[in-house]
RNA sequence: GGGCCGGUGGCGGAACCGGUAGACGCGAGGGACUUAAACUCCCUUGGGGGCAACCCUGUGCGGGUUCAAUUCCCGCCCGGCCCACCA
């Protein structure tokens, strides 16, 4: 027999609606549980079948919180603003907000075929004007606190979607959105100051319950490095006025080894320090560099190249010239822009100093050398005349040697004194430094959320260098109507091109006025729609104080590992700023973070419609049922591992599910015998299972659970027990067959089952004997036997018997339960 | 190059804190039911040996700790993901 999917599935999903049983209520007694997944993209494509993963396992979640009297938020939406869609527009010709309302109906009614306990009436979607209001606003807030700034600055500009990028946003030099090759340009964005709280984002790690592995990657992500920024003086100067070269070091100590320095191409001194007879070279080269795009930069295997500037500064320790040089393995973005260049302890310098024959001189060794008797030790530190040719580089920590007075200290202690004379020479001081950079906000494009600033063209206030912002009372700033969605040739968004829009008036004195053409990047929507869950139809604020207080911080998160230095690191922030300027109760979002993988194609690799393997959701829940493919997601492997698909595995699943079905209509009552023993340990253990995030063993315990049952018909008060517990991973099933044995209402209604410890102990076990280690015979025994029954148990075993019989036995272990091992010699 | 994770049957995977390796599912083989098929049910299924009871061997490779190692330690090899000239 063969359950039809179709018609109850149908059914429940209709009671499910009519009594609103998974709505979240606000101000309610019981103790609340925000559970929350990451809001997909509406793409055309509709739904992934990557997606249900998470949903259904965090459903699963939710489930079992409802029936432990828990009032539950579990909350879906859409991210809707972002680039696919914007494509298919300037394709088609059709408006991105008729796109999304189409893919937003079709991702809707996916979702709800599969069952999952979404509360619908907190639906929120970034690109609907009451919620980018807030979004706007919110911007507005940075703005106001001096985090929003606008710059000219190198971004990383994607070559095919004419778009400046984020950091975050360029993998391996190329466009995370389409794969396309990017280059640094010049162009004026709005930038939002994380780095500000850099220190913050990487201290508040200790204070939530992440995976472990999502800590390790944002704290490599912010990259906090402690050092010290130091001062060379060019010499001779260029001008009247004498430039300095700041650099900033991890490795202070290494100071006296410190042979050249090293400016980007991008760096601001270049060409006043130049010498005239350098100059057509640099500049050459700078502008080879600047044309280069990332990928090429990246890809030089390490082959160093780089030009000297002519100029020389002042080694401030040892008093000596050295040479400056231009080189792009110097990043333009980071510390300074400039290094000074130790080749005797840093790779990068040692292949360059090389390279170019420029002089290497060891500062530092390994701790153990110092026991030998070194003739080294004491040399002068001089320049070209005594530099010998050293042929490996050391980049650990050890001893100083070379060093003047500081010769001898070690590492630690080296950095510590030598920071503090570079600070009393003010040629220095203690520094910090971190990868993290400031956030570029802007795009030049259509879809997204307008920036809601003006452009006073007398420029009315000045300290904002002429930008106002538009007021509370004029938000949102809607997005207009364009002819043509596609970036404009000059790389400005294409919502320049409308004069009467952009035309406006100053909101400060009154006069002209242009508005901000620039949108924001889809992450901003996403930095805070968890709060407007809380109080999605609210319209004086984006969320009411109350309610925030009662459901912040969201109790689970989930979502993939791709988000990581993304998402979810611009969330934090998002959500922290906020708390400072007291908008939010808590100052970490999210109070647990948990991550799923990825759902390979059958062959293991990833799905992509060029492969033509992908899985459509629809085709599988309208075949084989939304509780097989519930149950089959979660069954197919660990849920934080990759996994691929298998529709063998799948019907499986199914199979087991008609058995489900088959063994409920088939129980008879009067029939019933006492299956308590047998029930009890697999529901503990599949109740277990789910807090534990080992849904694919939950699972498996049903089947075996189904396995152990047979033709053996339980008692009605075990059955609904196994039926409540069963729920979370296939609820059409669990209310159907809830239903055929004359039960009233919901399952999910009923309260989670308490177990009885006492059906939970069995008494008696299969102990594994061994011999030497080596496990000859069972026995089976009692679990918390003494060991004097044991050993009569185990030594009466003809098996054990011939695999001890004229040996000495040193000594047997026992560990009650677990094993009985006699060693013999 | 760095960080993280992983490597167990034909396949996905299980094994709690070191305690009978391979649960559960898929696939395969055999059988029952059926006019036949589908469905369902039963048996077998890491490799090698043996009629059998059983024996040997086995969790990427090489060592080690232990009564006992898939699990812990050391050294390698391979794969995946993330980051990557970050001074």
Redesign the pocket.
């Known amino acids: 027999?063969?359950y039809n999917h179709q018609a109850i599935e149908k059914k429940w999903q209709d009671r499910w609606d009519e009594t609103g049983i998974f709505y979240a209520k606000d101000n309610d007694p019981r103790e609340k549980f925000y559970c929350l997944v990451e809001f997909p993209y509406p793409s055309g494509a509709g739904l992934h079948i990557g997606h249900p993963r998470s949903y259904t396992a965090l459903d699963v979640v939710s489930r079992k919180r409802r029936h432990q009297g828990k009032n539950v938020l579990y909350p879906i939406g859409w991210d809707a603003f972002g680039l696919p869609t914007e494509n298919y527009a300037i394709k088609t010709g059709r408006k991105p907000q008729d796109i999304t309302k189409e893919n937003t109906d079709t991702f809707r009614r996916q979702l709800k075929s599969l069952g999952i306990s979404f509360d619908w009436s907190r639906e929120v979607n970034t690109t609907d004007p009451n919620y980018y209001k807030w979004t706007q606003w919110m911007f507005l807030e940075f703005f106001k606190a001096g985090l929003a700034y606008k710059t000219t600055q190198p971004i990383n500009w994607c070559l095919s979607c004419k778009i400046g990028l984020a950091?975050?946003e360029?993998?391996?030099g190329r466009c995370e959105r389409c794969g396309g090759d990017t280059e640094k340009r010049e162009k004026e964005q709005w930038m939002i100051a994380i780095t500000k709280y850099a220190d913050r984002l990487l201290e508040d790690l200790d204070t939530v319950d992440y995976m472990?592995?999502i800590k390790?990657?944002q704290r490599?992500?912010i990259?906090k490095?402690e050092?010290a920024l130091i001062s060379f003086k060019v010499d001779p100067s260029p001008g009247p006025v004498t430039p300095w070269i700041n650099?900033?070091?991890?490795?202070p100590d290494t100071l006296f080894g410190t042979t050249y320095l090293v400016l980007?191409p991008e760096h601001e001194l270049i060409e006043q320090i130049a010498t005239d007879e350098q100059m057509l070279e640099i500049m050459a080269y700078v502008e080879a560099a600047k044309k280069k795009s990332e990928i090429e930069?990246?890809s030089?295997e390490?082959?160093?190249?780089g030009v000297f500037t002519g100029a020389y500064a002042i080694n401030p320790v040892t008093g000596k010239k050295i040479p400056v040089w231009v080189a792009?393995?110097?990043?333009?973005?980071?510390?300074?822009?400039?290094?000074?260049a130790?080749p005797a302890h840093?790779?990068?310098d040692f292949?360059f100093a090389k390279m170019f024959e420029l002089p290497i001189v060891k500062v530092v060794e390994p701790e153990v050398l110092q026991n030998i008797i070194h003739p080294d030790v004491g040399i002068s530190h001089g320049m070209q005349s005594d530099v010998k040719v050293v042929h490996e580089c050391f980049t650990g920590e050890g001893v100083a040697v070379n060093s003047g007075e500081f010769t001898g200290q070690k590492t630690e202690e080296m950095k510590k004194n030598i920071v503090a004379w570079l600070e009393t020479e003010g040629h220095g001081e203690a520094s910090v430094?971190y990868?993290l950079r400031d956030w570029v906000f802007s795009r030049q494009r259509y879809w997204g959320e307008p920036i809601p600033l003006v452009h006073c063209d007398k420029e009315c206030q000045v300290e904002t260098k002429g930008w106002v912002p538009v007021p509370d009372d004029q938000l949102p700033v809607v997005l207009p109507e364009v002819e043509k969605y596609e970036p404009t040739d000059t790389g400005e968004s294409p919502l320049a091109t409308i004069e009467d829009w952009v035309n406006t008036t100053c909101p400060a004195c009154g006069g002209s006025a242009k508005r901000e053409t620039d949108t924001m990047p889809n992450w901003a929507g996403s930095s805070w729609y968890f709060l407007r869950y809380i109080d999605p139809h609210n319209n004086e604020t984006f969320a009411d104080q109350e309610k925030l207080n009662q459901w912040m911080p969201v109790d689970l998160y989930n979502g993939g590992?791709?988000h990581?230095?993304l998402h979810l690191l611009y969330s934090r922030f998002w959500n922290k700023f906020l708390f400072d300027r007291g908008h939010v109760p808590v100052s970490e979002p999210y109070a647990r973070r948990h991550s799923h993988g990825l759902v390979l194609a059958e062959d293991?690799t990833?799905m992509s419609k060029s492969k033509g393997n992908v899985v459509n959701p629809d085709e599988i829940v309208s075949e084989y049922g939304a509780d097989a493919l519930r149950m089959y997601i979660l069954?197919?492997?660990?849920f934080e591992?990759?996994?691929?698909w298998?529709l063998?595995?799948l019907?499986?699943?199914r199979?087991?599910l008609?058995?489900i079905m088959?063994y409920v209509s088939e129980w008879d009552e009067s029939a019933a015998v006492d299956g308590g023993k047998i029930i009890e340990p697999h529901l503990k253990k599949a109740s277990d299972d789910i807090d534990a995030f080992?849904f694919?063993?939950a699972?498996?315990t049903f089947?075996?659970l189904f396995?152990e049952l047979?033709q053996k018909k339980i008692t009605r008060d075990q059955l609904k027990r196994l039926l409540i517990v069963l729920c979370p991973f296939a609820p059409h099933v669990a209310n159907e067959a809830w239903e055929m044995i004359g039960e009233e209402g919901l399952v999910e209604e009923q309260p989670w089952p308490e177990f009885d410890e006492a059906l939970l102990v069995r008494d008696q076990?299969?102990?594994?004997v061994?011999v030497?280690?080596?496990?000859?015979?069972?026995i089976v025994i009692a679990p918390d036997a003494d060991e004097a029954t044991a050993r009569e148990a185990a030594f009466a075993d003809?098996?054990v018997k011939?695999?001890t019989e004229g040996k000495e036995i040193v000594?047997v272990?026992y560990?009650p339960g677990?094993?009985f091992?006699i060693?013999v010699k």
Request: hydrophobic residues 30%; without cysteine.
């Open positions: 027999m063969s950091n975050e360029v993998v391996n472990e592995k390790i990657q490599n992500w990259g490095s050092g650099v900033f070091t991890t490795r980007a930069r990246g030089d390490k082959e160093k190249t792009d393995y110097v990043l333009g973005g980071y510390g300074t822009g400039a290094i000074m130790v840093d790779e990068r292949a430094n990868k590992m791709e990581t230095t293991g990833k069954f197919m492997g660990p591992e990759p996994v691929p298998n063998n595995g019907i499986g699943v199979r087991f008609d058995k088959r080992k694919n063993t699972v498996s089947m075996m396995n047979g076990v299969e102990l594994g061994q030497n280690g080596k496990t000859r015979s069972a003809e098996n011939r695999h000594k272990i560990v677990k094993i091992n060693v």
